[in-house]
T-cell receptor, first 114, second 112 residues
Framework: NAGVMQNPRHLVRRRGQEARLRCSPM?????VYWYRQLPEEGLKFMVY????????ESGMPKERFSAEFPKEGPSILRIQQVVRGDSAAYFC????????????FGPGTRLTVL | GENVEQHPSTLSVQEGDSAVIKCTYS??????FPWYKQELGKGPQLIID?????GEKKDQRIAVTLNKTAKHFSLHITETQPEDSAVYFC???????????FGPGTSLSVIP
């Protein structure tokens, strides 16, 4: 059973471009979470999704950031008009049920904004 | 409010010694208490968890103890090895808010 997959692993964008991060949860998992981690810091919750629904986006900036988890295909975290402050590692996690279960993390996407 | 603290923030031990990391939280309704290990350049991975109906759980060299009254739970690593060097995060599930809040992390260094 493959683990959580994220791609790309590394992404370089210039200021003003769009970044699109993909996450394929573990097979059978319908709950997906996105986190951001700055160097030497902890994990900051961004958004929690179930298939086709955003359950909690309280940690996501209101502008430029969006997330989706379509019926078919991976979950996508989209950052429009990136700025240098968006440079971070973005982790996706999935779980089979709700939040009071183990979360299985992907390897992360490291975004660098030039 | 939602508040999770870890102590200490950094910990350095000699190989073979024990390490203890404490996590305090503020939601008395929390019912799920996991610890994650994050190695450099990788995503976090669950190493042990405990639910509110149990006071202690052990898995080989790793144990977790829970004190619901005092609202803290601790990670215990015995006979530490260099490969235990990593950042450890607690992530209690806040039932009242239906959120998982990650602690700020504890950087553990095991000196050979």
């Amino acid at each position: 059973n493959a683990g959580v997959m994220q791609n790309p692993r590394h992404l370089v964008r210039r200021r003003g471009q769009e970044a699109r991060l993909r996450c394929s949860p573990m097979k059978g998992h319908s709950h997906v979470y996105w986190y951001r981690q700055l160097p030497e810091e902890g994990l900051k919750f961004m958004v929690y999704l179930q298939k086709e629904n955003i359950i909690d986006e309280s940690g996501m900036p209101k502008e430029r950031f969006s997330a989706e988890f379509p019926k078919e295909g991976p979950s996508i975290l989209r950052i429009q008009q990136v700025v240098r402050g968006d440079s971070a590692a973005y982790f996706c996690a999935s779980s089979p049920r709700a939040r009071e279960d183990e979360q299985f993390f992907g390897p992360g996407t490291r975004l660098t904004v030039l | 409010g939602e508040n999770v603290e870890q102590h200490p923030s950094t910990l350095s031990v000699q190989e073979g010694d024990s390490a203890v990391i404490k996590c305090t939280y503020s939601d008395s309704a929390s019912n799920y208490f996991p610890w994650y290990k994050q190695e450099l350049g990788k995503g976090p991975q669950l190493i042990i968890d405990i639910r509110s109906n149990v006071g202690e759980k052990k898995d080989q060299r790793i144990a977790v103890t829970l004190n619901k009254t005092a609202k803290h739970f601790s990670l215990h690593i015995t006979e530490t090895q260099p490969e235990d060097s990593a950042v450890y995060f607690c992530a209690p599930h806040y039932t009242s808010y239906d959120k998982v809040i990650f602690g700020p992390g504890t950087s553990l260094s095991v000196i050979p």
